[in-house]
């Protein structure tokens, strides 16, 4: 776990790109306090840049940028079979100079099997850049679930790519500017999908994408090398049993490659049923694992301490408590802002970087968490009323009149911020009534906050639409219309995972230095849910991931596991009026000065929007240290991107 960067630019420029690539690794010295490395070819063109977080092969030998002939590397991540990979690859012939580094079997995977052979044999979590001198190219790789992020930029001839978007800033090559055509998606989803950033002349790899970037042409090339409707159900599959068992062997397999590490490994417990079950595993494995729990004693109703200290216990583990409150809440906000670069509307970000900061504390590197399970097995209540109503949908006749009228009734009766009115607005447009399980603002929230502002966003709306109905096109083309579950889920891979919930793990972790794994995110347990036959996923439709349910309650217990699901949330709605009041009082200032988003909307949203606020917050914060960078007071550690 790393931070890589690298700059492909003219040979005859008089740009110091050794100098300023070290600046760009300065700057994410935290995603790698063990080791910096600048290499450049000998034309001078190509610039590979790597900060080291020691987690496997911690010997100098698997230092990068690693070289081999005519190849070169930079790598951040974790490849959890590189022994397997390894040991195939010394059977073709390949040599190695390290001990057990997964960066050289990557290089030699390459140059062996090539780039598509290599990313259809490796599990793991990955960016990487590799430079081809026989083809004159260089690939920028990024994992299938995209649990590892790296941003690019091409401007003026120059191609660079960062593991953080603070790397590309601060190579000054321009000024930061905000792209508002994507504000509206923001205030749906909480955050921006790939490849689209806030920032201007900044893209985000896509999941399970590469580029190819040629030299003798300077162009750019996008490849997707790896698609889950690509895989077809199962029809060996037929019973809940044979979910379970399939399930609970890719769970634990996928376990055993993400334990390993030569350094020690603890896990975020959160007391609900996806870390304890993991932990259940691990203790068989493992003792006195480390678990760390944020803990929120004034405010019972989101506290889930008593359970982690009862499962810690249980398999006898040492439980260390992050207590969380409204003070060192808002005291680390703009921290944790400035870490997640982009802004992410995820209240449960700053006890993450609490848990982060606890971890390093008692020197554990490496943290596993149970992100990915309640996406992939439908585990939240809300999305199985969604997927219940949409079969309904799909029998009513003429179900698009009467939820025009229904829409119409919900205008006049219904709290603003309730999610029925987008219910009914898609389904009196024909529209999947499942947009993703991020969505925050409805479409009336968001036509209040953004009528009259001056900013580019005509048609947004439309454009939101037309990127669903997208998706929904590429998805008929592999799978059923009756096929919901899939539809969930495949959703949820394209935005809510890989921009909300492996963001704020990731990026919360590296702020202290932490590697985040996330078992239940196995590209192989993926491929395994989009196997199952729909009429499987759907058979218990009131209980939500039945089949991951039904393997932990052997070791958790059944009235545990099915108890109703309280959730990691964050009682912000609470601390609004007292804690917040005065980031409140600032948000009506900036939408003044900005004109960013429209007062009464932003009244509406206080009023009837509950936590929701925390959103707008949570952007102006962002903009206020990355596009106006006036927050250096609060920020010590802020390098400030306006030297130009």
């Not at 007391?271 to 691990?282: C, E, K």
């Not at 947009?435 to 925050?440: H, I, L, R, V």
């Not at 949203?605 to 925390?614: A, S």
Request: hydrophobic share 40%.
């Amino acid at each position: 776990m790393c931070g890589i960067a690298g700059i492909i630019g003219s040979s005859k420029s008089n740009i110091n790109f050794v100098k300023t690539l070290s600046d760009m690794l300065s700057i994410m010295s935290h995603r790698g306090p063990d080791g910096m490395g600048v290499w450049q070819n000998n034309f001078g063109n190509v610039h590979f840049g790597h900060r080291r977080l020691s987690i496997i092969d911690l010997n100098v030998n698997a230092n990068q940028p690693m070289l081999k002939n005519d190849y070169s590397i930079v790598f951040n991540g974790e490849i959890y079979n590189h022994r397997e990979l390894r040991n195939e690859l010394m059977s073709l012939g390949a040599e190695f100079l390290t001990d057990h580094s997964d960066t050289e079997v990557l290089l030699n995977g390459y140059i062996h099997w090539g780039i598509d052979k290599l990313l259809s044999k490796i599990n793991g979590i990955f960016s990487f850049a590799i430079f081809d001198i026989s083809r004159n190219h260089v690939i920028l790789c990024r994992d299938r679930i995209g649990i590892k992020n790296v941003y690019y930029s091409f401007y003026q001839g120059n191609f660079l790519f960062s593991s953080e978007i603070k790397g590309i800033l601060r190579a000054n090559y321009f000024k930061p500017e905000f792209d508002s055509s994507h504000l509206n998606e923001y205030l749906l989803n909480r955050s921006i999908a790939a490849p689209n950033t806030f920032f201007r002349n900044i893209k985000k790899l896509a999941p399970a994408t590469y580029i190819t970037f040629d030299l003798d042409t300077s162009k750019f090339t996008h490849t997707q090398y790896w698609n889950p409707l690509e895989i077809k159900e199962d029809s060996s599959i037929q019973s809940h049993t044979d979910i379970e068992q399939r399930l609970f062997e890719l769970v634990s397999s996928s376990l055993d490659y993400q334990l390993e590490a030569d350094v020690p490994v603890g896990i975020f417990l959160s007391g609900g049923v996806d870390s304890s079950y993991l932990l259940s595993l691990i203790s068989k494995k493992h003792n006195d694992v480390q678990c760390f729990n944020a803990s929120f004693y004034s405010n019972e109703n989101y506290d889930e301490s008593s359970d982690a200290t009862m499962i810690a216990d249980k398999f006898s583990s040492n439980l260390i408590d992050v207590p969380v409150n409204a003070t060192n809440y808002r005291n680390l906000l703009t921290s944790v802002i400035y870490y997640q670069e982009e802004p992410i509307a995820a209240p449960v970000c700053v006890p993450i970087y609490m848990l982060s900061q606890a971890a390093r504390k008692n020197d554990i590197p490496v943290i596993l968490a149970g992100e990915g399970s309640d996406e992939l097995f439908i585990g939240y209540e809300s999305w199985l009323k969604i997927r219940k109503a949409q079969k309904w949908v799909r029998r009513i006749p003429f179900i698009r009149l009467l939820a025009r009228f229904a829409k119409f009734l919900a205008s006049k009766m219904l709290n603003l911020s309730s999610p029925f009115h987008d219910i009914l607005d898609r389904a009196s447009k024909g529209m999947p009534l499942f947009w993703g399980g991020a969505m925050d603002m409805n479409y009336l929230m968001r036509r209040q906050l953004l009528e009259g502002v001056n900013l580019d966003i005509r048609d947004s709306d439309q454009k939101l639409c037309d990127s669903i109905l997208s998706m929904r096109e590429l998805f008929l083309a592999k799978r059923g219309s009756n096929d919901d579950s899939a539809w969930m889920t495949y959703l949820d891979l394209q935005h809510r995972l890989p921009e909300l919930m492996l963001p704020r793990l990731d990026k919360m972790g590296m702020a202290h230095s932490i590697e985040g794994r996330v078992p239940f995110l196995d590209h192989r347990i993926v491929e395994f849910v989009f196997s199952v036959p729909e009429s499987l996923m759907n058979e218990k439709s009131n209980i939500g991931k039945p089949g991951l349910k039904a393997i932990a309650a052997e070791a958790l217990g059944h009235d545990f596991v099915y108890r109703r699901k309280k959730g990691f949330q964050v009682p912000v709605n609470d601390w609004k009026d007292e804690f917040f009041s005065h980031w409140m009082d600032c948000l009506y200032l900036f939408s003044k000065r900005t004109g960013i988003f429209n007062l009464k909307g932003i009244d509406n949203v206080v009023k009837y929007g509950g936590r929701r606020y925390f959103t707008l917050i949570n952007f102006m914060i962002w903009y206020l240290i990355y596009i106006e960078n006036v927050l250096i007071d609060k920020l010590p550690e802020l390098k400030r991107w306006d030297q130009y």
